[in-house]
């Protein structure tokens, strides 16, 4: 009814009703007399188990007249290993899910359960084993050893566990770390099957089926020294070279994760390993060189022979000085630079790496032969991240974007193309933050922008990514429909792709809007007919004759054309022969239209999916 007085009425949201869960589902079944327990020895403390908590008793069914149904007790015909449960998750009966979160540690109790209590509850989640009197009145005498926070590792509660003492940190081992712990086992009943090896503690690799599946899963959830209790069910006791687990339906190892050391995988194949020696100071990958920085190494390289042979060593061969150079300008191999990145200053690492991320792409020193293996062991000394460019005028951000621009315009012209995209994204991103204050600087500005996405057309362009090469460019497009430069690089990327209809109308778009663009445009047009004609010839070539046959005879859709490819081949190095001439990128030389991968744009998207796992002036590095 509408209020009459004139006042405001406040505005109160209804609050949706939460989706109740199973567990308070079934909950709402127990009617009063169900479930009655009595007390047969009292607890300890005052702390219950509530949900979430791994609780672990024993368990003895007796019907009213004290026949013993059932029992996990040894006197009774029990196996001797008590129940162990996790309240919320494991599957119970419904007068254990009521009743155990009322007692204490150590108590004793017995709880008197109707039939729907227990196994004829309606849609009972457990079933009763053979010969159970499932509709009979039962008595559940229980005694509550402990209870506990667990962490579940496996949804199926195959694998729990227990925090003893918390660990440092927040790393934990995974693939394919190298780990040292101490490590005893003993069954649910307390019969020790493993204990630690006298003075020295276990070690193993994760990911080598060292240690049973169970446990690894489990050690792959600490932290350097933590101590926990990890319970693990038989189908995750796998036979290994730790202990033999058959006939063992559930073991509780007790781990001290002593130490693990960091080793990656940084190519996912195995070619490319990054083994950590020593710690390095802060937090990983926090305090890693990731950007673009100026780092600091001490450095030896060797051959992966059988006499290790040292080639450089630059606390010998460099005067004691250590290599200084900036990360993300292509001056060390890849597989080197990929992985100092990933470096916390301090740390010792020990790099192997295969030929094509060491010296066969890059400079080789006289004593390293073609196709070697190389192995590295790094010390990052320090690193300084880029200059912020927080507070800087505009013309001191001009500065620093044109040091960076000079930069990818070498990399671009040594075939780096990812490495040069990178510099010109990086300046496009801090350009987010720049704010011209007058019309000059707001000209200048734009055509520093602009000249930048046309290098990062051209690098993607040069790298096959003829759709990002055509998105970039329409980024100019919009400020300016008729920038030559743009609709120049956007034509020859739609030619790239087959569509020649729009890359025929960028060119001809170039002839109307500036005259002088006349030779460029020409030789593009006469390229994308060429093209265009290579393309239909082809198409004939590959239909020929398939429908000039009387039904039921076989068509040959394709001939021998080896002769017309090579034409065609010849066609294209004189088609690139003249582009080399032509106005495709802004201060940037482009030797061929054609896209061509060179080092980096073929090795960096693997190096791209680590920044994922995660990525020489001073002293040429040998």
């Known amino acids: 009814m509408a209020a009459e007085d004139g006042t405001a009425q406040e505005y109160v949201p209804q609050k949706k ?6 567990t308070e589902k079934r909950r709402k079944k127990i009617v009063p007399g169900s479930l009655m327990k009595a007390e047969i020895r009292p607890g300890g403390g005052d702390a219950r188990p509530s949900d979430g908590d791994q609780v672990i008793y024993h368990c003895t069914v007796r019907t009213l007249a004290g026949v013993v149904v059932e029992s996990t007790r040894s006197e009774y015909g029990g196996k001797g290993t008590p129940i162990r449960q996790v309240l919320g998750k494991s599957k119970m009966l ?23 209590m227990h196994y004829s509850e309606e849609d009972c989640p457990v079933s ?14 229980i005694e509550m050893i402990d209870f506990s926070k667990v962490k579940v590792v496996s949804d199926d509660l195959g694998v729990i566990k227990k925090v003893i003492d918390e660990g440092q940190g927040w790393e934990s081992p995974r693939e394919p770390y190298e780990v040292k712990a101490w490590i005893s086992a003993k069954t649910g009943d307390d019969k020790v ?12 690799t994760i990911g080598k089926s060292e240690v049973p599946k169970g446990l690894e899963m489990g050690i792959g959830t600490m932290t350097r020294e933590e101590k926990a209790v990890i ?38 194949d195995g070619r490319l390993i990054k083994r950590r020696l020593r710690d390095g100071k802060g937090e990983f990958p926090m305090d890693c060189p990731l950007q673009d920085s100026l780092l600091r190494i001490h450095y030896k390289g060797m ?56 010296y066969d792409k890059f400079t080789r020193p006289a004593n390293v032969p073609e196709g070697a293996h190389i192995e590295w062991e790094i010390e990052l000394l320090g690193f300084e991240m880029p200059k912020d460019w927080t507070g800087l005028d505009f013309q001191g951000v001009m500065d620093e974007a044109e040091k960076i621009r000079t930069t990818g315009n070498r990399l671009f012209k040594e075939g780096k193309f990812e490495l040069a995209k990178a510099k010109y994204e990086k ?20 055509n520093t922008r602009n000249l930048l996405n046309l290098n990062v057309a051209a690098c993607h362009l040069k790298s096959g990514e003829c759709r990002k090469s055509i998105e970039t460019c329409n980024k100019v497009l919009e400020a300016n429909p008729a920038h030559v430069k743009a609709l120049y690089r956007r034509g020859m990327a739609y030619m790239e792709v087959g569509d020649f209809e729009e890359a025929r109308s960028d060119f001809e778009m170039m002839l109307k809007v500036d005259k002088s663009s006349e030779p460029d445009a020409t030789a593009a047009l006469k390229k994308l007919k060429q093209k265009q004609q290579d393309v239909e ?16 005879e076989i068509a040959d859709a394709g001939t021998d054309d080896r002769g017309e490819e090579q034409s065609t081949s010849e066609n294209q190095k004189n088609d690139d022969q003249e582009d080399s001439n032509g106005t495709d990128t802004e201060d940037v030389e482009d030797v061929a239209n054609e896209p061509r991968e060179g080092l980096f744009s073929r090795l960096w998207p693997t190096g791209r999916r680590l920044f994922s796992a995660l990525g020489l002036r001073r002293c040429a590095i040998l």
């Open 427 to 446: 300046v496009l991103r801090e350009f987010n933050h720049v704010n011209p204050q007058d019309d000059e600087e707001g000209k200048v500005f734009l």
């Open 128 to 141: 009763p084993p053979s010969s159970f009197p499932r509709d009979d009145e039962l008595h559940f005498e």
């Open 193 to 204: 099957i493993l204990s630690p090896k006298q003075g020295e503690p276990y070690f193993f």
């Open 537 to 552: 010839k082809k198409a004939r070539r590959q239909f020929k004759g398939l429908f000039d046959k009387k039904p039921g």
């Open 94 to 116: 419904l007068g254990l899910l009521e009743g155990l979160p009322t007692m204490l540690r150590g108590e004793v109790a017995m709880f008197k359960m109707k039939p729907q």
């Open 17 to 22: 009703n939460k989706e109740p869960t199973e």
């Open 231 to 268: 319970y693990v069910t038989n189908q995750y006791l796998t036979e290994s070279p730790l202990m033999s687990v058959v006939g063992l339906e559930e073991v509780q190892f007790e781990v001290e994760l002593i130490h693990f050391t960091q080793v990656r995988d940084m190519l996912g």
């Open 303 to 358: 051959l992966l022979n059988e006499e290790k042979t040292v080639f450089i060593d630059t606390r010998i061969d460099n005067d004691g000085q250590p290599l200084e150079f900036s990360s993300g300008e292509g001056l060390v191999p890849e597989g080197f630079e990929m992985c100092v990145r990933l470096m916390l200053p301090g740390e010792v690492a020990l790099v192997t790496c295969p030929p094509d991320y060491a």
